[in-house]
């Protein structure tokens, strides 16, 4: 279905996905998930509604042409990873021929359930007024959809609550509610209004701040996107995630003026204690963080308890950080100018 869009947006944090999208989707949030018809599996085994039923069901569409799809697949791999055990299932959908989707996982393998749409009205089922890909929709332990959006703008957070049992539908028909009307906005004082209502509505939602944030940007508002950061950071104080996030923003941008390795400390060091030290990310959050202060050792350190606590391709890209950081150990020690 070469009509539909591959959106860009997440890359810049959460710009608008489609400021023209269609606000009469088919699915919405509370509504029973349609039939998965799928007329091939190409890879794993066969999926449908009714066999997810008492788990988390995501299930996303893509094509092997769109390259936001490509990106969000290493993504999808690693939470297939993570959610192993844990009864989630990730299914990805396209309707292009088999054939083509076979060719296309002999060089970018997709780790979880991948099948060819029956017909365009299965397609459709999900998909009718959805004007962009990648898009996926999570589907609760009861069959109904509780959330949908870009694979990588909001869906962790959804899945990770329902599999903790700490979803709150109400939450999320409000949110969805809002979303219809930032999809209508037609201009930039219009989305912030929305977004504004939905930091009001859901203040420990991540979604709204990155997207708000993306707008800023947008228009050149780096003090008032700066502010947000750190106001998304206070909101979300409970979410490892959001914290790693930020502290990983506040070390790396590239403006020296907003620059903070101590608040970035705070909080990555926060992130690890609300994950116990288990978790790959905050670890390595906070290994970025003792880099750029400049305690290497404890950034080696760190970045090695990272690396062994990811999986696949996280773990190598972990453990080529943790090289890094070893290999700049080194260097400095030899050098007599630098302070460790």
Same mark, same amino acid.
């Given at each position: 279905?070469?009509?539909? *869009?591959?959106?860009?947006?997440?890359?810049?944090?959460?710009?608008?996905?489609?400021?023209?999208?269609?606000?009469?989707?088919? =699915? /919405?949030?509370?509504?029973? @998930?349609?039939?998965?018809?799928?007329?091939?599996?190409?890879?794993?085994?066969?999926?449908?509604?009714?066999?997810?039923?008492?788990?988390?069901?995501?299930?996303?569409?893509?094509?092997?042409?769109?390259?936001?799809?490509?990106?969000? &697949?290493?993504?999808?791999?690693? +939470?297939?990873?993570?959610?192993?055990?844990? /009864?989630?299932?990730?299914?990805? &959908?396209?309707?292009?021929?088999?054939?083509?989707?076979?060719?296309?996982?002999?060089?970018?393998?997709?780790?979880?359930?991948?099948?060819?749409?029956?017909?365009?009205?299965?397609?459709?089922? #999900?998909?009718?007024?959805?004007?962009?890909?990648?898009?996926?929709?999570?589907?609760?332990?009861? %069959?109904?959809?509780?959330? *949908? %959006?870009?694979?990588?703008?909001?869906?962790?957070?959804?899945?990770?609550?329902?599999?903790?049992?700490?979803?709150?539908?109400?939450?999320?028909?409000?949110?969805? /509610?809002?979303?219809?009307?930032?999809?209508?906005?037609?201009?930039?004082?219009?989305?912030?209004?929305? +977004?504004?209502?939905? &930091?009001?509505?859901?203040?420990?939602?991540?979604?709204? #701040?990155?997207?708000?944030?993306?707008? +800023?940007?947008?228009?050149?508002?780096?003090?008032?996107?700066?502010? +947000?950061?750190?106001?998304?950071?206070?909101?979300?104080?409970?979410?490892?995630?959001?914290? %790693?996030?930020?502290? @990983? /923003?506040?070390?790396?941008?590239?403006?020296?003026?907003?620059?903070?390795?101590?608040?970035?400390?705070?909080?990555?060091? $926060?992130?690890?204690?609300?994950? $116990?030290?288990?978790?790959?990310?905050?670890?390595? @959050?906070?290994?970025?963080?003792? #880099?750029?202060?400049?305690?290497?050792?404890?950034?080696?350190?760190?970045?090695?308890?990272?690396?062994?606590?990811?999986?696949?391709?996280?773990?190598?890209? =972990?453990?080529?950080?943790?090289?890094? #950081?070893?290999?700049?150990?080194?260097?400095?020690?030899?050098?007599?100018?630098?302070?460790?």
């Amino acid at each position: 279905m070469r009509g539909l *869009s591959c959106g860009r947006a997440w890359v810049v944090a959460g710009v608008l996905a489609a400021w023209g999208a269609s606000t009469g989707w088919a =699915l /919405e949030v509370g509504d029973p @998930a349609p039939p998965i018809e799928v007329k091939e599996w190409v890879s794993n085994t066969p999926v449908t509604v009714q066999s997810a039923k008492g788990k988390v069901l995501v299930v996303e569409f893509w094509a092997t042409w769109c390259g936001p799809c490509k990106v969000t &697949i290493p993504h999808l791999n690693k +939470l297939q990873a993570k959610y192993r055990d844990r /009864e989630v299932l990730f299914v990805s &959908i396209s309707n292009e021929p088999a054939a083509k989707v076979k060719e296309f996982l002999k060089t970018t393998p997709m780790h979880y359930h991948v099948g060819i749409a029956a017909s365009e009205g299965a397609y459709r089922a #999900y998909m009718a007024g959805v004007r962009g890909i990648p898009h996926a929709f999570v589907v609760d332990r009861a %069959g109904k959809v509780a959330w *949908s %959006g870009h694979p990588m703008m909001g869906m962790d957070g959804v899945v990770k609550k329902l599999v903790a049992g700490t979803f709150d539908p109400a939450k999320a028909r409000k949110l969805d /509610e809002l979303n219809k009307k930032l999809r209508a906005a037609r201009s930039f004082p219009a989305a912030y209004a929305v +977004l504004d209502e939905m &930091i009001e509505a859901v203040p420990d939602d991540p979604g709204a #701040y990155r997207r708000k944030r993306g707008l +800023l940007g947008r228009q050149g508002k780096h003090a008032e996107a700066h502010a +947000l950061l750190l106001a998304m950071a206070k909101a979300c104080a409970a979410d490892a995630g959001v914290l %790693g996030e930020v502290a @990983a /923003e506040l070390c790396a941008t590239g403006d020296l003026q907003r620059r903070d390795l101590a608040k970035a400390l705070e909080l990555a060091a $926060k992130a690890v204690e609300l994950t $116990k030290g288990d978790d790959a990310e905050a670890l390595a @959050a906070l290994a970025r963080t003792h #880099y750029e202060l400049g305690h290497l050792a404890k950034a080696v350190e760190l970045a090695d308890k990272a690396a062994a606590a990811a999986a696949g391709d996280d773990a190598a890209t =972990l453990k080529a950080h943790a090289s890094f #950081y070893r290999a700049e150990l080194a260097r400095r020690r030899q050098d007599p100018d630098a302070k460790l």
